[in-house]
């Protein structure tokens, strides 16, 4: 059975990150400049128009979510599947990994610059990581645990 990685909501959740990571400091440069300028908003916008500055920053939504769905789409490729008593998955390199479910020891917590996964470690033959965002995730997981013996670490 494929569990999927529920990707559109990681391409919104991006997308809102992105775009306010990026347009908060862009507006903050913006009133800082105004009031460097003596509150000029001719010197302030030499630049850009204030009739521009909504398309400046519609630009910067667009290549938010661009960019996000490139990342989404990527991050799709972590979906997982069990199948003839192998958990099939990627490993931290990305590259796609088989272990056996029986040999699965323990299941721990993830986490590194945003990405977020249980990690399904099988000793000898590997460990594959299991997104947050899987659907049916708790499914899965109980389903691991029953079959390999494992407990959450």
Do not use: C
Not at 25 to 32: A, C, E, K, N
Not at 92 to 106: G, N
């Amino acid at each position: 059975m494929k569990y999927k990685v529920l990707w559109k909501n990681i391409w919104k959740k991006l997308t809102k990150f992105m775009s306010l990571a990026i347009s908060i400091p862009v507006s903050i440069s913006f009133v800082i400049r105004f009031f460097k300028n003596d509150m000029s908003v001719d010197k302030t916008f030499e630049h850009i128009t204030l009739i521009q500055l909504p398309l400046f920053f519609l630009g910067i939504i667009a290549f938010s979510a661009l960019f996000s769905l490139l990342m989404a789409i990527f991050i799709r490729l972590a979906a997982v599947e069990v199948q003839d008593g192998n958990l099939i998955g990627r490993n931290y390199w990305y590259f796609k990994k088989t272990v056996p479910i029986h040999a699965i020891s323990q299941f721990y917590p993830f986490s590194s610059n945003g990405i977020e996964a249980i990690v399904a470690d099988a000793g000898v033959h590997g460990k594959v990581y299991i997104s947050t965002h899987t659907e049916n995730l708790d499914e899965l997981i109980e389903y691991l645990e029953k079959s390999s013996g494992a407990g959450n670490a």
